[in-house]
């Protein structure tokens, strides 16, 4: 089963933002979307992998959950 969070916040207009999941703040970016015409608004439930990024852990294969 893959990690599941809630988006803490997500600017569109910059394409990234980051996800809440046991406590950690996850980083997220556009480019780790499944479905590219998902846009997540603050508090969606995503489920995804966790993965080293440059600057600490980001999500890949996210996808909304529902």
Do not use: C
Request: hydrophobic share 35%.
């Amino acid at each position: 089963m893959m990690p599941e969070g809630n988006v803490k916040w997500y600017d569109k207009r910059k394409g990234y933002g980051f996800v809440v999941h046991e406590d950690h703040d996850i980083f997220i970016h556009y480019s780790g979307f499944v479905d590219m015409k998902f846009i997540p608004e603050d508090n969606d439930l995503i489920s995804f992998d966790i993965v080293p990024g440059e600057k600490g852990l980001k999500a890949q294969n996210i996808t909304k959950v529902g």
